[in-house]
């Protein structure tokens, strides 16, 4: 059940502090809690619910996606977060409560559920909400002084693009281990099948014992030969194949209705894992279609990237736009995939977006191939990079060229800061989440993070020059000129 909130929005006068005072207006909760819309999408998030009247009436949109920007802001556990509301006014006030309260708002685990509702596709909405009230006459608005009396034709702005990857909090997967963690999960069902049929079957050995000593035995040393390494492999793929073979002759005696939930899905994944390492094994190869790395995630791809440290990470791989400082989620994927195709689409979603086509798109060389050169050359887009076909002799021409191309990696800065600020600072380095969607979640709300940030900048920048301002003339005795100087509107 969902009960919507009459007071959504509360002034910072209204809130109530036992202890006396009043909430600063100039506080970072404060200004944020102004920026999010929270009202529009409240309607949206009570449709999840059920209207019958019967329950506990679920957490507003407010509680839920104000606790998970905490969350990712500061950059904490879920834990750490509900006890960080709970000792901090400003952070009750930011999710929408009348007054403070020390106790905690909800149970911690709650947490996992507000992931599980608030989708990819609402926290995207409310990005380009906020961008579009928010970045007026600042990116890409040149033509919102004339109040659109002319039609836009020019390209107008820059288009920044790149692509990386979140990694997952997974343990770096092997063969070895993968196999072994399938034979230690298949024992666990089979004990519990056999539970079922004690006093008339006889319990099958699984030689549990003997096949974690092989296990250990190659495992713990620093360098394993090869041979010794696909010898090892061959024995758990004989474990675990015994085990599979064993469970499915227990699912005749008895059923998997005493199975978990989590059970029955390690057992399927078990299976898919047996079949996979099985067919790399006899082919002696490395890659198989939709390779599994991890038991617990089984979502989780393995992404090549060919960085310096690390060639191959483990997680979802995300594709994003940087336009006058505001960042957009363009894709979000499992499974790797050359984001240099995606190029025209994204063009087409900024024409959407502002109306007209950018006047330069910056990305590094995936993006540089001939399908994305000449589309860009139809509609007078400038492509950053070397032209293709041999370079001019005119040495005036050359050194204007070098220098246009020294630039566009000035610009291209900017999309990297944006993956560095979130993979240093919100924890875009190690996603935590478990689930694939409570993942893609986690990913939107750092995005969300880092552009309420960008807003939050330019504010409190100007708090910070009306605040010289003011003391300047406040030493110079010139109150008169400070009330004919500054608009209240604004200074508040």
Same mark, same amino acid.
């Given at each position: 059940m969902y009960r919507k909130e009459q007071k959504t929005q509360l002034s910072f006068d209204d809130f109530y502090l036992p202890f006396g005072g009043s909430l600063n207006q100039k506080n970072r909760w404060v200004v944020l809690a102004a920026l999010v819309p929270w009202e529009k999408f409240e309607s949206k998030y009570a449709e999840q619910f059920s209207e019958s009247g019967m329950g506990a009436p679920a957490k507003s949109f407010r509680i839920a996606l104000g606790s998970l920007l905490i969350k990712e802001k500061l950059n904490i556990t879920d834990e750490e977060t509900i006890d960080q509301i709970r000792e901090n006014p400003y952070l009750q006030y930011f999710i929408g409560m009348e007054g403070y309260r020390d106790e905690i708002p909800f149970d911690s685990s709650m947490m996992v559920h507000f992931r599980k509702r608030i989708t990819l596709a609402m926290l995207g909405e409310i990005n380009d909400q906020i961008q579009e009230a928010y970045s007026k006459k600042k990116a890409h608005k040149e033509n919102s002084i004339q109040q659109n009396t002319i039609e836009t034709t020019t390209n107008q702005g820059k288009l920044l693009v790149d692509a990386t990857c979140t990694p997952a909090d997974i343990r770096y997967p092997t063969d070895l281990s993968l196999l072994n963690e399938a034979r230690e999960k298949t024992e666990v069902i089979i004990d519990r099948l056999h539970d079922e049929l004690k006093g008339t079957e006889k319990k099958v050995r699984t030689y549990r014992i003997k096949a974690r000593k092989e296990y250990l035995? #190659?495992?713990?040393?620093?360098?394993?030969?090869? $041979?010794?390494?696909?010898?090892?492999?061959?024995?758990?793929?004989?474990?675990? $194949?015994?085990?599979?073979?064993?469970?499915?002759?227990?699912?005749?005696?008895?059923?998997? #209705?005493s199975l978990s939930k989590k059970q029955y899905r390690d057992l399927l994944v078990c299976s898919e894992v047996y079949r996979q390492q099985e067919? +790399?094994?006899?082919?002696k190869d490395h890659q198989v279609e939709d390779r599994i790395v991890s038991i617990s995630q089984p979502h989780v791809r393995p992404i090549v990237r060919g960085k310096a440290g690390a060639a191959v990470e483990f997680g979802a791989k995300l594709t994003i736009s940087v336009v006058a400082g505001f960042t957009c989620i363009e894709k979000l994927s499992?499974?790797?995939? !050359?984001?240099?195709?995606?190029?025209?689409?994204?063009?087409?979603?900024?024409?959407?977006?502002?109306?007209?086509?950018?006047?330069?798109?910056?990305?590094?060389?995936?993006?540089?191939?001939?399908?994305?050169?000449?589309?860009?050359?139809?509609? !007078? /887009?400038? +492509?950053?990079?070397?032209q293709l076909g041999r370079p001019t002799k005119e040495k005036e021409e050359l050194r204007e060229k070098k220098k246009i191309t020294k630039q566009d990696e000035k610009d291209r800065i900017p999309v990297e800061g944006k993956f560095g600020n979130a993979k240093r600072k919100y924890g875009l380095n190690r996603i935590m989440a478990k689930r694939a969607d409570t993942s893609e979640t986690t990913i939107a709300i750092i995005i969300l993070v880092l552009n309420l940030e960008r807003i939050l900048s330019g504010f409190l920048l100007?708090?910070? /020059?009306?605040?010289?301002?003011?003391?300047?003339?406040? $030493?110079?005795? #010139?109150e008169k000129k400070v009330r004919n100087t500054f608009n209240p509107g604004l200074a508040a």
């Open positions: 035995k #190659v495992s713990k040393k620093r360098r394993k030969g090869e $041979k010794e390494l696909r010898r090892a492999i061959r024995k758990q793929l004989s474990y675990v $194949k015994r085990n599979l073979l064993y469970i499915k002759y227990l699912e005749s005696k008895t059923s998997f #209705v067919l +790399m094994y006899r082919k499992w499974d790797n995939y !050359n984001e240099g195709i995606d190029l025209i689409e994204q063009i087409e979603k900024y024409k959407k977006r502002f109306g007209y086509y950018p006047e330069s798109v910056h990305g590094d060389k995936i993006y540089q191939n001939r399908t994305n050169r000449k589309y860009c050359k139809e509609n !007078n /887009i400038r +492509m950053s990079g070397p100007v708090f910070l /020059i009306l605040q010289i301002i003011r003391s300047y003339y406040k $030493k110079n005795n #010139v």
